[in-house]
């Protein structure tokens, strides 16, 4: 497996990208996360079927952990790793970003230029642009000099004109048709004004088919397009032998001050030799509207209550099922706009898809503040946020954040240390896609709930334990059960957790030795708020392709707690058991 750091730079807001593995050897999965040091927070995208191209939702300027993953068969390791005593495989990533650009952009009240423009791409009008129409037909290697139709010709002797050139002249022929132009000299000029007119927003490309005489030195000549006598843009064509296609590009903005004037092509001989050459002449017309000045599309205000400052029990109540605010994108960075409706706040906490209920409240006085929602009919989500986008009333920096209080109890405790006269964003939603009535009470002082005991936070706590076999258990037929991503694995297997408390501080080892499958064991700081804290070691193999077991060495602290997460690579279940050592000092 290997990780890739991804920050996106396009786009206004959120941007929509394609990410894919095509080109990559065969099994390749990959998954996008949000991060923090290079090491990766929150599961936000996942590709689970092997080379498949999926939109992810990302903010420009944020970086993102890429982890890429390639799955071999055969006895042993699933995961190929970049150790050099294992097997290599090459993976391609591929970031695209999609012709229709997906973007929400930040609020604002001033007026925003937009470009919506269509445009149609056409050709002009050239007179006798291969130079075919002649009065009579010209024998092989004959000329007729100045008369050449459509174009004005200026020069003297054999400056201008027509040739029909034999094998001797020109082995490759003309571009198009059976004649080709000549300049003879350096006084030799060829000019033809068009009906095409100088318009603004247009992007005008004149080509012309340029060669010599084979026989005779290089010619050079100047090709101009020009409007109203003044030139818009030149080129001299490479020294070069047979035919080659030069280009004179020019675009106009609004205004010009030549709009309006008609198009002049004009060539003509440059610096010494003789004969140049000339077939197909084309000027293509891509003809835009002009862009359109739109006022900006601010986000759907959030409905909020705002409740002032008040303490206690009850200080607000209302139902999710009748709410007006939108369903938030649990997939994004951050908060995300969704269309058809307002802006959600993010919770981290949980996975949830219902519908959410803003309540605003400011601090009476500066201290620590218990919330939650007990006594609500549904299971919640409660989280706090700042609000930065005060104009649309939606929460964005969500500060603390719970999902279940503990000991079975389905509602939500959250403790915030807040400022005296700072408001606050609350709000509050049901768990996956649950809506109902709920009750929000505000008290000081911390909660009185345990901070051990979140129920979907571990299986099992051992305490202050250390020694062979301190804890068991068997992933197999869990569900799928994976409530925080391993650094090291980059899969969805079924997981086990153990809260451990160690006695003393010292640096301890831990190894899922005795294992009966290819275990992936990690190390987290307990957050009694959010479960998970930092992430302090993560391994898969004591050895690839020796010893499937995992160990790790965190240094641990007494009277902290730790959660240990056992789980399989690639999908492995099975029994497992933890083995805790204390290292000698």
Avoid at 317 to 338: I, K, M, Q
Wanted: with cysteine.
């Amino acid at each position: 497996s290997e990780q890739v750091l991804w920050t996106p730079a396009a786009g206004n807001g959120t941007a929509v990208y394609k990410l894919s593995t095509s080109g990559s050897a065969t099994g390749v999965f990959f998954e996008v996360f949000n991060q923090e040091q290079g090491c990766p927070t929150k599961l936000l995208y996942s590709a689970c079927t092997s080379n498949t191209a999926i939109e992810v939702e990302v903010l420009p300027g944020v970086s993102y952990l890429v982890a890429v993953q390639v799955v071999i068969s055969g006895a042993g390791s699933s995961a190929a790793t970049s150790s050099s005593s294992s097997p290599s495989f090459f993976f391609v990533l591929n970031v695209e970003l999609p012709d229709e650009l997906t973007t929400t952009a930040p609020p604002t009240t001033e007026t925003t230029t937009t470009t919506t423009r269509a445009c149609v791409t056409r050709e002009a009008v050239v007179e006798n642009p291969s130079f075919e129409e002649v009065k009579e037909t010209l024998l092989d290697g004959e000329l007729k000099k100045r008369v050449v139709t459509g174009w004005e010709t200026d020069g003297k002797r054999l400056a201008v004109g027509v040739i029909n050139p034999t094998r001797l002249m020109l082995p490759s022929g003309p571009t198009e048709g059976r004649y080709v132009a000549f300049i003879g000299t350096k006084k030799g000029e060829m000019v033809q004004t068009l009906d095409e007119l100088l318009a603004p927003h247009t992007t005008y490309t004149l080509h012309v088919d340029v060669s010599k005489r084979a026989d005779l030195a290089q010619r050079r000549c100047k090709i101009r397009l020009m409007a109203g006598g003044t030139t818009l843009g030149s080129v001299i064509p490479d020294k070069q032998d047979g035919w080659q296609t030069v280009e004179v590009t020019f675009t106009t903005g609004e205004d010009h001050p030549k709009m309006g004037d008609p198009l002049t092509i004009r060539v003509n001989g440059a610096k010494t030799g003789k004969w140049v050459l000339l077939d197909r002449v084309r000027v293509t017309v891509n003809q835009c509207e002009a862009p359109v000045t739109v006022p900006p599309t601010l986000p759907t205000p959030c409905v909020v209550e705002d409740i002032g400052n008040p303490t206690g029990l009850g200080v607000a109540s209302g139902s999710t099922a009748s709410s007006l605010n939108a369903l938030p994108n649990v997939f994004a960075a951050s908060r995300s706009g969704v269309s058809g409706g307002a802006q959600g706040q993010h919770p981290f906490c949980a996975v949830t898809l219902a519908r959410e209920s803003f309540v605003a409240w400011t601090a009476p006085k500066s201290g620590r503040y218990t919330l939650d929602t007990r006594g609500s009919s549904l299971d919640t989500v409660l989280s706090v946020a700042l609000d930065e986008h005060p104009e649309t009333g939606c929460g964005t920096n969500v500060l603390v954040c719970n999902d279940d209080a503990g000991q079975g109890k389905p509602w939500s405790a959250v403790s915030l240390d807040a400022e005296a006269g700072q408001t606050y964003q609350v709000a509050v939603q049901g768990w996956a896609d649950t809506e109902g009535d709920w009750v929000l009470s505000i008290n000081p002082g911390d909660s009185t709930v345990s901070p051990l005991t979140p129920q979907w936070c571990f299986e099992q706590h051992i305490e202050s334990r250390v020694g062979a076999r301190v804890a068991s258990g068997d992933t197999s037929g869990l569900g799928p059960v994976n409530r925080r991503q391993s650094s090291c694995a980059w899969t969805h297997s079924n997981e086990q957790v153990v809260l451990w408390s160690p006695s003393a501080s010292a640096n301890y080892t831990l190894t899922t030795k005795g294992s009966a499958f290819d275990t992936v064991l990690s190390v987290f700081e307990f957050d009694p708020t959010m479960c998970y804290g930092p992430e302090l070691a993560c391994n898969d193999d004591l050895e690839p392709n020796v010893e499937y077991w995992s160990t790790v060495t965190v240094d641990a602290t007494q009277g902290a707690h730790y959660l240990v997460v056992v789980e399989g690579i690639a999908n492995q279940e099975g029994q497992w058991h933890l083995n805790i050592g204390r290292d000698s000092a």
